[in-house]
């Protein structure tokens, strides 16, 4: 059986979120391996998720947020913006490939965006193959 | 965010004169006392007696060039023959404003004035009123009558000094310095509005251009009432423009007004106002149709935009009402052109919804005020409210004609005679399917609604999300159209996207009526899911201090830790994810919340 990576999305609410659920209410279709969990901005993301989430099995893990000056809670991304280069830091210090985590803005129009992104991401890491770091 | 200053008027305490010296002179049999220094004019005014003047002017000092206000003057047996405009009143003086002998020397002066310029209106008035037929010293074609009423004007109310009288006997005019191209000329026009003859005209540089040009379609003074609906409907000063303002001269507004409420040294103020609820009410603009050349817009002069359509429409505007071209005559076909920069992939791809429905109601109004042909380009009719497809077969009947087809390009260039002197529209007949040439005197071009260029700045300030058009986002396109993302603050009409005027009033409405319900109910319900601190893990490090956007942390000097107010966070969670005790925990969102999330997704 094909390698079906599995890649966990944490979407702020207020855009990306909205955005992907404009991609399902518009009959998009994208691959179903992204899959979502909501918190309410991409300043709620520690950066302790994301290893978290390679440690639970993820093999690709994808932070969206607002574009940057639309954040609903005003500076929220800005604060993302500066947390996460700290995880592609440690991605490549741990030998985990760095483009299994990727940091998005879709604002909540632009559904189109969360289709092309998943499916990036999937045809991404189904060449990277499996990370395995499950116990 | 726009650069004009304006100043508001507004009524200050009275100014007290001086006690004047009064003197008290006869004029026709009355007795009339006025101050010391005034002139007869003056004291005939008071009493109500009308003299005829051509070269006076009430803000100017008088010049008796014209002669015609001359007036009898009786002091004891004396009897002279003056001229009212400036000669003073004095005590005892008798005066008589019309008798035979006064009508012989208005007479005469008037045919002086004919023999240079007999074909001037005002001249010809007073000649008709004097019964003269025809000047017995010749027919001049001249066009000024050299009152010098705009040198006066130019010189001691605007202060500008551009103009004088040159030369002597008959080569006396009114020039510049050496007949050259004045530097120091304004433009403000106060020269043409006194100048009696109509001699003076205000007209570019460049070329001559008369009415849509020339007749501006804005504001023609420096002071001027915003809108006739403007509230408060109270004048206002454009201190760009102004004379005052740029050089200390004129007032003249401040000396006419007869309650004395300008006052030029108000400043502009800026105030502070705390409210509970905003809402943006921004409107729109109007796409630039120079950006789509082809149309001809900017290059050619009887291309207009359908809001310069409609400001020539309104019986206020300049032309009040009446239908022209840009040389002053009536257009025998106008040609209206739909989705111009709407619809359209190079600008922006949404209908502009009002478009339509407004082109059907140009043509109606060139029907009614004109006998021209109205031929209407369009793409599709989109007549979707009461009436409006009702509307749309009343003028299929009313015989315009309706092309449906983009049209591709106007031309200036005739190829048929029958184009000679006309614009040519180029358009396909989608239903006949044949491309044609339309010749049409006039093009109204309707311009797409888009949004403001500032709106991403306003965004900003208010925290609202606007979609790639720049429209202002609402909070749900169907369930929520006039709150927005964030609480408290709402947008209504253009901003929100584009749109008529009962449907803005209805959002207005409804955004009105949001916004009083949350004041109405005397409490504010907040989020559920707002941040607290654990007491005991705070460290009192205060990183967390900083980060809210909304100010919503204090650090309790006291307990040596931070506190989150529940009334201002709004549950981000920014905070959360920076503490590095773990000491907030975000309600509803907590780190073992979303952990459980992720193994259950993960699994």
């Known amino acids: ?33 992204l899959r979502i969990i909501r918190v309410m901005c991409s300043g709620r993301v520690d950066p302790q998720f994301i290893l978290k989430a390679f440690a639970d099995g993820a093999d690709g893990v994808l932070v969206a947020g607002c574009h940057p000056g639309d954040c609903h809670y005003i500076e929220g991304n800005y604060k993302t913006m500066g947390r996460m280069p700290i995880i592609h830091k440690m991605l490549e210090q741990m030998g985990i490939d760095q483009e299994r985590f990727r940091l998005e803005w879709i604002s909540a129009s632009e559904g189109d965006r969360v289709a092309e992104v998943a499916n990036e991401m999937t045809e991404t890491i189904k060449k990277l193959g499996p990370l395995n770091l499950k116990p | ?75 004891g047996k004396r009897v002279r023959y003056v001229t009212a405009c400036n000669f003073p009143a004095e005590e005892g003086l008798e005066v008589t404003t019309f ?16 023999a240079r310029c007999s074909k001037v209106k005002v001249l010809q008035d007073l000649a008709a009123e004097l019964g003269i037929e025809k000047s017995r010293f010749g027919e001049g074609e001249e066009g000024c009558i050299l009152c010098g009423l705009c040198v006066r004007v130019c010189n001691e109310v605007v202060g500008a000094k551009a103009i004088a009288f040159a030369g002597r006997g008959i080569e006396r005019e009114v020039t510049t310095p050496f007949n050259v191209d004045s530097e120091r000329c304004i433009g403000c026009g106060s020269c043409a509005k006194v100048c009696p003859t109509g001699y003076i005209r205000v007209a570019s540089t460049e070329e001559d251009k008369i009415v849509h040009r020339d007749i501006t379609l804005g504001p023609n003074t420096a002071i001027y009432v915003p809108t006739m609906q403007a509230v408060p409907n109270r004048p206002v000063i454009d201190t760009v423009s102004c004379i005052y303002f740029r050089n200390g001269k004129c007032k003249i507004c401040a000396k006419i007004c007869p309650t004395e409420a300008i006052d ?61 071209l840009a040389n002053g005559e009536e257009p025998k076909s106008i040609g209206i052109i739909h989705c111009i920069g709407s619809r359209d992939k190079n600008y922006n791809e ?91 005197d006039m093009v ?93 893990k705070c460290t009192g490090c205060r990183i967390c201090n900083d980060l809210c956007p909304y100010h919503a942390i204090d650090y309790i000097v006291a307990d040596k830790v931070s506190k989150i107010n529940e009334a201002l966070c709004k549950g981000c969670g920014t905070c959360t994810a920076a503490c590095p005790s773990g000491a907030i925990a975000a309600k509803q969102f907590k780190d073992q919340q979303i952990s459980a999330e992720m193994e259950g997704v993960l699994s």
């Not at chain 2, 888009?450 to 900003?460: I, K, M, T, V, Y």
Request: with cysteine.
């Open chain 1, 1 to 33: 059986m094909a390698f079906e990576p599995k890649i966990l999305g944490i979407f702020c609410n207020w855009c990306s979120y909205t955005g992907a659920d404009l991609a399902g209410t518009a009959r998009m279709k994208y691959s179903p391996n």
């Open chain 2, 1 to 75: 965010m726009t650069k004009e200053k304006k100043t508001e008027t507004k009524t200050e305490t009275k100014k007290t004169k001086p006690p004047q010296e009064m003197v008290k002179l006869i004029i026709d049999g009355k007795e009339v006392e006025v101050e010391k220094g005034s002139y007869i004019l003056h004291a005939a005014e008071t009493l109500g007696i009308k003299i005829p003047t051509l070269c006076y002017y009430k803000h100017v000092q008088p010049y008796a060039a014209c002669r015609i206000c001359t007036v009898e003057v009786k002091r």
């Open chain 2, 99 to 114: 008798n035979d002998r006064i009508k012989t020397i208005r007479k005469l002066n008037v045919e002086f004035l004919l």
């Open chain 2, 264 to 324: 030029y040294e108000i400043p502009d103020k800026t105030e502070e106002i705390e409210v509970g609820t905003i809402i943006a009410a921004t409107g729109f603009e109007l796409f630039d149709p120079r950006k789509t050349m082809q149309y001809g817009y900017g290059r050619f002069d009887n291309v207009i935009t359908s809001l310069e359509f409609e400001k020539m429409n309104c019986a206020a505007g300049s032309t009040n009402g009446k239908i022209v």
């Open chain 2, 350 to 440: 949404y209908c502009s919804r009002v478009c339509c429905m407004y082109a059907l109601k140009f043509a109606h109004l060139v029907k009614e005020k004109t006998d021209a042909e109205v031929y209407d380009f369009y793409i599709d009719m989109r007549s979707f409210g009461k009436g409006y497809e009702e509307f749309y077969n009343r003028l299929l009947e009313e015989g315009v004609r309706f092309i449906r087809g983009k049209a591709a390009q106007v031309y200036n260039e005739p190829i048929y005679p029958e184009e000679e002197g006309k614009l040519v529209i180029r358009c396909e007949d989608t239903l006949m399917g044949r491309v044609r040439r339309i010749p049409v």
């Open chain 2, 444 to 536: 109204v071009l309707c311009s797409a609604i888009e949004a403001r260029q500032d709106s991403p700045e306003l965004a900003r300030l208010l925290t609202l999300c606007h979609s790639k058009d720049k429209f202002f986002a609402e909070k749900h396109p169907k369930l929520a159209p006039v709150s927005t993302a964030s609480d408290g603050i709402f947008i209504a009409g253009c901003c929100q996207g584009p749109k008529d005027i009962p449907d803005t009033v209805a959002q207005a409405s409804g955004a009105a009526a949001q916004a009083m319900s949350l004041a109405a109910k005397g409490y504010i319900e907040i989020e559920s899911a707002t941040s607290e601190i654990d007491k005991d």
